[in-house]
């Protein structure tokens, strides 16, 4: 069809493409309409547990952690296959339920399952450390014979003919791949929705959303259909997620985790990178994906991978450690579920032996208007393009967006060095900084850590375009970070002090939105630890720490 006139809706499209991938689910796993909460039911976190859908032994083989999934498989004392067929199943529970999945492939991960065990038979070892476990990934990820849409019509149909490097690193290690899950269109926004597979929804309050842009993925392994996801992040679409759904996440510095032949936004814009990631219920699984992935020796099939193994010096940490804290960034407050959290981890940290100091991250403000420079340098021509080819609608988030990166001037060459220049110059003053903390620790050390809020707000309503987040600094400046859950929202703890402060005009913007804890209803409260550089071993070593000292309570599995 050569003219817009005579172009197919795009609505026939994409439901042409959702059709397809609701005929993927076996009919067996399909929910009886009997069993199906109602549609105003709003927590089904814990429907997999009451439904009665599943088998005492399906919810023993999904409600476990990955590193335990692999130690059983090893031991022989469950099989890939029997695991990969619950947790295919418990992903086709979760679509129906929260709407997570775009590509579905589970007969091949069956075959891929049942091939793995014959392999563990016959040679009596596994294939690597991941063998046998079922992982998830964000659209972005190629997978052969699927499409990678990132949520745009004009893709459907247009089928990976070659893997992304991860995804053949993790095949190599003995992953089993089943789904790939939901992004927002153009992969950024807050909220995980697009117009071929719609939205996502947030398992612990179906009001709410999951985050973005890796939200898919936070609501699948929220519901228990993955053990181990990976998402991506250039500007908390890591963060984001995990803190609004109650997971453990990490955005690995440039370089850690190959990024080769992954569909994205921006495409040559070098300024900013994204960063791929572990998204999962425990700092261990953190470990045991970033461990395995190294082991693969990834620089040799990445030229843009830094020959580093993992280190597993690097994550002996020292007895008492410091860590910097933050409720605001000068500019912006977190409203109290956030400071309440910041408050239990602060005390659980002494308590414990550890010592705390503040460090309130002034240059938070900095990073936010050089990476929107960064972002909008090409005047939104990139998301017009995609959604001009099909004639679909931005979403109104991104409408506004793309209006003011149009009406903005265009930046010159020398403008954009600029604009880099004065990122490498805020990275210098942030690594300095941190350095001089040396002399306030008590430890003889800098800080091993800040802990803040990705965002100043707990998961929120859908359609809620939020006015401020955190989530600009750790990937402007390359900076390791990790999510960690905490505790959830608190309808009588959690009301606004009506004696706040207003720090800034955006301040005030964000003290407005919040309204109450009302609107966050069931929501978990996560937060993150921001290392330095390059130190994914010592950010998921101080993961761990938290989640031994921090617990977790009834939000999480």
């Not at 498989?73 to 679509?95: D, H, L, M």
């Not at 993925?217 to 890591?238: C, K, M, P, R, W």
């Not at 997971?247 to 990178?273: C, D, H, I, M, W």
């Not at 572990?278 to 470990?287: E, K, T, V, W």
Request: hydrophobic share 35%.
């Amino acid at each position: 069809m050569d003219s817009v006139s005579e172009r197919e809706p795009w609505q026939a499209i994409a439901k042409r493409k959702q059709d397809e991938r609701e005929q993927k689910i076996p009919a067996e796993w399909r929910l009886p309409s009997t069993l199906l909460p109602k549609q105003d039911v709003d927590d089904v976190f814990n429907f997999p547990q009451t439904s009665g859908f599943f088998t005492l032994r399906e919810l023993e083989l999904t409600n476990v952690d990955a590193s335990k999934v692999v130690a059983k498989i090893a031991a022989g004392e469950w099989t890939s296959e029997e695991v990969t067929r619950a947790v295919c199943k418990r992903a086709a529970f979760a679509q129906q339920l929260v709407n997570c999945l775009t590509e579905i492939c589970f007969d091949e991960a069956i075959a891929r399952a049942k091939e793995l065990d014959r392999k563990l038979k016959e040679d009596g070892q596994v294939v690597g450390p991941l063998h046998g476990l079922a992982i998830s990934l964000k659209d972005q990820f190629n997978i052969p014979g699927l499409d990678s849409t990132l949520g745009y019509v004009s893709r459907i149909g247009q089928p990976a003919s070659s893997p992304s490097t991860l995804v053949t690193i993790l095949q190599n290690a003995g992953a089993v791949v089943y789904v790939k899950t939901n992004v927002p269109a153009t992969l950024m926004m807050g909220e995980t929705i697009n117009n071929v597979f719609g939205r996502s929804l947030n398992p612990h309050n179906r009001t709410l959303t999951p985050g973005g842009s890796s939200g898919g993925e936070s609501a699948l392994i929220t519901l228990g259909g993955s053990y181990l996801g990976v998402g991506t992040d250039i500007g908390g679409s890591i963060r984001h997620p995990c803190s609004f759904t109650g997971l453990y996440g990490l955005r690995p510095s440039q370089g850690r985790v190959s990024y080769q032949n992954v569909q994205n936004t921006f495409v040559g814009q070098e300024a900013v990178k994204s960063s791929a990631g572990p998204m999962c219920r425990s700092p261990d699984d953190i470990r045991l994906f970033m461990s395995s992935i190294l082991a693969e020796k990834p620089w040799r099939l990445d030229p843009y991978c830094l020959p580093i193994p993992w280190r597993e010096e690097e994550e002996i940490l020292p007895q008492q450690l410091c860590f910097g804290i933050a409720n605001h960034d000068g500019f912006v407050s977190a409203t109290p579920p956030l400071v309440r959290a910041i408050e239990i981890v602060k005390q659980k940290l002494l308590d414990a032996g550890h010592r705390v100091i503040e460090y309130i991250p002034h240059e938070m403000q900095e990073s936010r208007v050089l990476i929107n420079k960064m972002w909008s340098a090409d005047g939104g021509e990139e998301f017009q393009r995609d959604t001009d080819l099909s004639g679909e609608p931005l979403h109104p988030d991104l409408e506004a967006w793309l209006g003011h990166s149009a009406n903005a001037p265009r930046p010159s060459v020398s403008d954009m060095w600029r604009v880099q220049n004065q990122r490498t110059l805020l990275a210098q003053k942030w690594s300095e900084r941190w350095e001089n903390t040396q002399s306030q620790t008590g430890t003889g050390r800098p800080i091993d850590g800040l802990i803040m809020p990705s965002l100043p707000f707990p998961a929120v309503k859908h359609d809620s375009s939020y006015p401020s987040h955190y989530g600009t600094l750790s990937p402007l400046l390359d900076l390791t970070t990790g999510s960690f859950p905490v505790t959830r929202v608190d309808l009588e703890k959690d009301q606004m002090p009506a004696d706040r402060p207003i720090l800034s005009g955006r301040d005030g913007m964000v003290k407005k939105f919040y309204k109450g804890p009302e609107n966050h209803k069931n929501a978990p409260v996560g937060l993150a630890v921001i290392g330095r550089r390059l130190e994914e071993e010592k950010v998921t070593a101080m993961l761990k720490v938290l989640s031994e000292i921090v617990g977790r309570d009834a939000a999480h599995l």
